[in-house]
């Protein structure tokens, strides 16, 4: 059964969110935060394996998925801002917060601006900032452009082969029609994915990740395409006292091509929290 999904309000935007597992009340809440783009079914494998034990807190960024469209640009302050609204309409005083991508810079602004994160997992993401490696120019105009023949499912196609490894494409066809099937239904439209794009053009946590003081968790994969490996690494220097795993060959979407591994490492690091 599909789980119900629910609303909260930012300053008039309504963000989409489900709840999986456990009641928050008797278990430990698990937030996670999507990439650029993308809806919740991103966390799918992570999700299920998590609410096993925890409560499990999907939701729609802001321009995606079942989440209202507002006019862009946005900020990844105002997203963090969602965030807020989320867990305090569920009533969770505290949550692990784990994003991806753009995800990561909204849990990173998160646990800078609010109080409620008891850990943070940043997976393939970036502190932004004047040091940071840039997405390469080929990845942007393949992430943002497609050929003008292409329909709705080879447009997805063509914008994600960059954020996976050589041939997993090819190789996993079944699934990854599920994914254009989910990606159809939840994607944010062009103007949000713009207006998100601005969001992590502006991003920059680089002098400010020192007043972390929440156990982090970084996890980047050596072959990102899309957030090269040297923004983890930046990460990595820059948070005090943090974990770090750099998976070998690992693209963009690492922790869905290799899902069990990247769930395994993150029950780990909750565990012993």
Not at 41 to 49: C, P
Not at 85 to 107: K, N, T
Not at 116 to 130: D, E, Q
Not at 244 to 257: K, N, S, T
């Amino acid at each position: 059964m599909r789980p119900t999904v629910q609303t909260a309000d930012h300053d008039g935007v309504a963000i989409a969110y489900e709840e999986r597992g456990h009641d928050p009340t008797t278990a430990e809440t698990v937030v996670l935060c999507e990439g650029l783009g993308y809806g919740r079914w991103m966390w799918n494998w992570q999700a299920e394996a998590l609410a096993e034990s925890y409560h499990v807190l999907l939701w729609d960024n802001r321009g995606t998925g079942e989440s209202d469209v507002p006019e862009g640009p946005y900020t990844i302050e105002e997203m963090a801002g969602d965030l807020e609204a989320v867990l305090a309409d569920v009533g969770v005083d505290s949550a692990h917060v784990v994003g991806a991508s753009m995800g990561g810079m909204v849990a990173q602004r998160y646990a800078l601006a609010y109080d409620r994160a008891a850990s943070l997992t940043l997976v393939c993401t970036s502190p932004g900032g004047p040091d940071a490696a840039p997405t390469p120019e080929a990845t942007l105009e393949r992430m943002f452009s497609v050929p003008d023949d292409a329909d709705a499912r080879e447009a997805i196609r063509y914008k994600m082969e960059p954020a996976v490894s050589e041939g997993f494409i090819e190789r996993n066809e079944d699934l990854v029609e599920r994914i254009v099937d989910w990606r159809l239904d939840s994607d944010a439209p062009p103007s949000a994915r713009q207006a998100q794009g601005a969001a992590v053009q502006a991003f920059d946590a680089s002098d400010e990740l020192d007043a972390i003081d929440v156990p982090t968790l970084v996890l980047h994969g050596t072959a990102d395409r899309v957030l090269p490996v040297e923004n983890g690494e930046l990460l990595a220097d820059s948070i005090p006292g943090c974990e770090v795993e750099f998976v070998e060959g690992g693209a963009h979407l690492f922790f869905i091509e290799d899902a069990d591994r990247v769930t395994d490492r993150i029950e780990e690091f909750l565990a012993n929290v």
